[in-house]
Every structure is written in structure tokens, then in C-alpha cells.
């Protein structure tokens, strides 16, 4: 089965970061993925760029509504993403127990979602 | 504080994730699968005992090392005593010392790992039990599930690892990496107890439904993490690639009443675009590192490779593919081969050049009962306009399969051929 592990954190948190600090999240980040890969689990994933350039559509009154990043008012970000496949929803949930993401305090988080297969 | 149950279900996933690391260092230090097994069982046992209790620990996996390790450490000092006693034997068995115990502490896992992959796949085993011991000791499989997805009895397989490993026991099977004039001969054994899992889920030779794809994905897995232990090897790299595109396919090969649908009439629509791109990412890895030379799996992997680059099934490179299948036929003959080759060609350069292919392989014996013979050349012939002896042959390859789906759709073949003469009379 197909997973998603969504990096969420709030924006200002990632920013308050020293670089030291960045340093070693992205050490962190390195040595996750590499455990991923070696378990043969990863079939996918990125970081993603801040939400300077980023955009958020939709549409009202038949009219579409673009909201440019960054966005201010929302509380959290998604910064990036992976796509595994496992055997089961708890080997999922504790691969993304080991997401940096879910080990750094409550500025950040990791999210997992089963991938719906779609019988088309 | 978690459930009881929780705990196990973690435990379950924790343990699909550890233990082949943890049995892999574990067989380093004590030179015995089974024993190896058992100490990681242990550990587990005592972490599930603590984590019920406390929480499951931010690193469970350095946890269990840990734990591990020190039942490893008092294994042998156990074994050392024994020893001891019989002293004047003056044996020095396989134990090794506390010094190098501490040194080999030091080691890669990735060497751990790679040990116990030729291990568990060692050519003294029969391939299914290089198969059931595979998937236990590196898909993190238990017996269960391996003789669920087997469809056999769980005793079954258990006895059959049990052998397994009494076996790599008899026979002495070492713990080291293979001999590097030793490699490829060892490294085909690995890939072959890979695919062998991958086609077990991909053409289910056993129940009902025709795929089972928690197979593929067990096989891909261990093609994956193969890939990383190896990633200088071209045809580790054409077995990934050739099962990532085949798998890719999966929710295309079956139509919406359980019917086989054959690659050239699948909605590429639904081909898997994840594991197309890894494919393709995996064979231009395997070509770069094969240079001019590549081997079966790799050559196998460029021909679906050209089937999953193209968006629509006229796009196919028929010439290049029976190029591909010319290169195969050369470094692994077979009457197969020949036949899919005969079926490229065909498309590439017209029935004719496929015909003379194709009837050759009437004299091989090892074609006599094999149906997608007469069917092929059934297709050359009334592509020739020579429907009589097409109707004959499609009527043959309809008399020869065992598949319920296979027979009616060449009835209707016959049938179809049968009408095409009535419709224009030979002169």
C-alpha cells in the first residue's frame, strides 16, 4: 500500500531556526531519506520551495481567486513531501514517527495519508 | 500509555523495519541464522515488555540494536565458557573474540544486510526455500504471511525454512561476501529468488485471481534495497527497472470483470506513472553502468521500456524491440524468446519476415503444447491472407490453453477468420 508523508510546519518556526540549526535539520533529512531508501520503501519525494512563490486558486462567484503566498494568516505549510509503500497503515505511521518533521517539537509535524487507489 | 493491542501492531511494523538489520548484525556475531533469529526474537520480546510500559522509544531501532547486541555479547560468552571447559580440545571455534566483537561492532550495516541476501538466496537451497527464507529473514515477512501469500499451509513453509537453515548448517555455507570470481554466478541466484517472488504476485500460478500484487510489492522492496546495497551492478538495476515497469501496469492487466487485457490493448491511462519513472530511471542507471554489455534482465527491462515510452500502443518501437529481442535471444536462447521476437519482427517488418521466424519453432518439442505458438502464427498467416490455415491454427492454440478467457477470445478468432473467407472467396 501507497503512502503519503506530508512535512507540515508552521512557516515562522522553520525561520527562527539558526543556521547551525538548518544545518542539522538537513543532515536529518539526508539520513532519513537514506533510511527510506535502503529499507527499499521510497518510491518518491521533494522538498518544497517557502511560500514566497507560492499560490493558492480558487473561485468565486464563477470568478477565480488567486491568493499569492506567503501566506501570513495560515498557520501551517506543508515543505515537502514522501511517497512510500509498506505493508501496513502502522508501518507507515512509524516511518513517519521518524520523519524529522515528527521529532523536533510542536512548531513542525509529520502527516500520513493512505494513497486511495482508484478502481477506474 | 498504549493498548495492548497498539503495542502489537506497532511492534508488527517496527519489526517489518528492524529485523532485517537486526538479524543481518546479529548472523555477523554469531555465525547462525538460527541462533540469530532467536536472539532477535528475544530483544524484541524484552522491547515490546518495556514499551508497553513506557512508550514506544523516539529510536526503536537503536534501541533493539542495543538490546540485540547484548544478548548477542552473552551468547557467546556463554559459548566461550562451554568452550572453556573443553579446552584441551584446543579448538578455536567460530566465536570470534571479544576484541574483534568490538570491532565488528564498527562495521556497515549494509555489509550485514548483503551477507545475509546471499545467504538466504545461497545455491545450495532449493529456490523456494531461497524464496520463504528471503522474504522471513529480509522482507520481515512472518511464516503466516508467507504461506498466505503462497496460498500453502503455514506448516508447510515453516518446515521449509526450518530445513532451509539446517541446511546452510550441513553444508557449511559461509558468512562472507562472495569471492569476487564467485559474484555474478551468487548475484544470479539473488535476482532469480527476486523476480521468482515478483512473478509469483504478477502471474499468480496458484488461486484464483491471476495477480497477487502484495508479492510484486514484497519483490520490488527487496529489488529496491538490493539495488542499494549493490548500486554498481547494471543487472540489479535491469531487475528493478524490469519489475517497476511490468508492476506499473497492474491496474491495466485486468479489465472490469476480472478479465486479462493484453499490453497492446491497456489504457496506458492507468499504467502506474510512479513506477513507470522509476523504471526508466533504474534501466538508464542499469545501461549506463552495463556499457555495450547488457544482460538479460537489463535487455528484458529496454524492451518494456519501449512499451511504457509509448503514450499510445501504434507509438511502439517494434524495430528497436525486435532488435532488443535478437541481443536476448543471443545471450539467453530459448523458443520463447524467439517467439516474442518473431511477434516484434512482425510488427516491425510484416507477417513474412515473422512467419520465417515463427515456423522453425514448429519442430521444437518444447513448443508443442504451447498455445501463443499457433496463435501468433495464426495472426501471421491471415495477415497473409491465408485464412484457411489461420482458422486451423487459431482453432489449435484454442485446443491448447488451459485459460477459460485465453480459449473463448481465439474461439471468436476462428470464428472471425471463418467469416473473412466466406466474405471473399478464394478465386
Known amino acids: ?120 | 500509555m498504549m493498548s495492548a493491542a497498539d503495542t502489537r501492531r506497532v511492534a508488527a511494523a517496527i519489526w517489518r523495519i528492524e529485523s532485517p538489520k537486526l538479524i543481518a548484525m546479529l548472523v555477523r556475531l554469531v555465525r547462525s541464522v538460527d541462533l540469530a533469529e532467536e536472539l532477535a526474537q528475544e530483544a524484541f520480546v524484552e522491547a515490546l515488555a518495556g514499551w508497553s510500559a513506557s512508550g514506544v522509544p523516539a529510536n526503536p531501532g537503536a534501541w533493539l540494536m542495543t538490546a540485540a547486541r547484548r544478548s548477542a555479547l552473552d551468547a557467546l560468552r556463554h559459548t566461550r565458557r562451554v568452550e572453556r571447559k573443553h579446552e584441551q580440545v584446543g579448538r578455536e571455534l567460530a566465536a570470534p573474540s571479544a576484541a574483534s566483537f568490538e570491532e565488528s561492532l564498527d562495521d556497515v550495516v549494509g555489509d550485514d544486510l548483503l551477507r545475509l541476501v546471499f545467504v538466504a538466496c545461497h545455491p545450495v537451497l532449493s529456490p523456494d526455500a531461497r524464496v520463504a527464507l528471503t522474504l522471513r529473514l529480509l522482507g520481515g515477512l512472518t511464516t503466516e504471511e508467507i504461506a498466505s501469500a503462497f496460498l500453502v499451509a503455514e506448516p508447510t513453509i515453516a518446515q521449509r525454512i526450518t530445513r532451509a537453515k539446517r541446511t546452510l548448517t550441513e553444508k557449511g555455507v559461509g558468512f562472507e561476501l562472495p569471492r569476487p570470481e564467485d559474484l555474478t554466478a551468487r548475484l544470479d541466484s539473488v535476482l532469480e529468488v527476486i523476480y521468482l517472488i515478483f512473478n509469483e504476485g504478477y502471474l499468480a500460478t496458484a488461486g484464483d485471481a491471476w495477480m497477487r500484487p502484495a508479492l510484486c510489492e514484497d519483490a520490488l522492496r527487496l529489488g529496491r534495497v538490493l539495488a542499494e546495497l549493490l548500486p554498481e551492478q547494471a543487472e540489479v538495476q535491469g531487475l528493478l527497472a524490469l519489475m517497476q515497469i511490468q508492476a506499473s501496469r497492474v491496474r491495466a492487466r485486468t479489465g472490469p470483470s476480472g478479465e486479462a487485457v493484453l499490453l497492446l490493448d491497456q489504457d496506458r491511462g492507468r499504467w502506474d506513472a510512479l513506477l513507470v519513472r522509476g523504471g526508466l530511471e533504474a534501466l538508464a542507471r542499469g545501461e549506463a553502468l552495463a556499457r555495450q554489455r547488457p544482460g538479460a534482465y537489463l535487455l528484458q527491462a529496454a524492451i518494456a521500456g519501449c512499451h511504457a515510452r509509448a503514450v499510445q500502443a501504434q507509438d511502439t518501437d517494434w524495430p528497436r524491440i525486435a532488435a532488443l529481442y535478437e541481443l536476448l535471444a543471443r545471450l539467453a536462447p530459448s523458443p520463447i524468446v524467439e517467439l516474442n521476437r518473431a511477434v516484434a519482427v512482425g510488427k516491425a517488418f510484416g507477417p513474412a519476415a515473422a512467419l520465417a521466424i515463427v515456423d522453425p519453432l514448429l519442430a521444437d518439442p518444447a513448443m508443442a503444447d504451447y498455445a501463443f505458438l499457433p496463435s501468433v502464427r495464426a495472426d501471421c498467416l491471415a495477415q497473409l491472407g491465408r485464412l484457411e490455415e489461420a482458422q486451423a491454427e487459431v482453432e489449435r492454440a484454442a485446443a491448447l490453453t488451459k485459460n477459460a478467457q485465453e480459449r473463448s477470445l481465439l474461439v471468436a478468432r476462428a470464428a472471425a477468420y471463418a467469416r473473412a473467407q466466406t466474405a471473399t472467396p478464394e478465386p
Request: aromatic share 10%; hydrophobic share 35%.
Open chain 1, 1 to 120: 500500500m501507497r503512502y503519503l508523508i506530508l512535512v507540515g510546519h508552521d512557516e515562522k518556526g522553520g525561520k527562527t531556526l539558526s543556521e547551525e540549526q538548518h544545518r542539522a535539520l538537513f543532515t536529518a533529512y539526508q539520513k532519513y531519506e537514506a533510511d527510506l531508501r535502503q529499507a527499499g520503501v521510497l518510491l518518491g519525494g521533494d522538498p518544497l520551495q517557502p511560500t514566497e512563490r507560492a499560490s493558492r486558486i480558487s473561485s468565486e462567484g464563477g470568478k477565480r481567486k488567486v491568493l499569492d503566498g506567503p501566506f501570513t494568516e495560515s498557520k501551517e505549510i506543508i515543505g515537502g513531501y514522501f511517497v512510500i509503500e509498506v505493508k501496513s497503515y502502522q508501518e507507515a505511521q512509524e516511518w513517519a514517527s521518524r520523519c524529522p518533521a515528527a521529532q523536533l517539537g510542536a512548531w513542525c509535524y509529520a502527516e500520513v495519508r493512505e494513497v486511495q487507489e482508484l478502481q477506474r
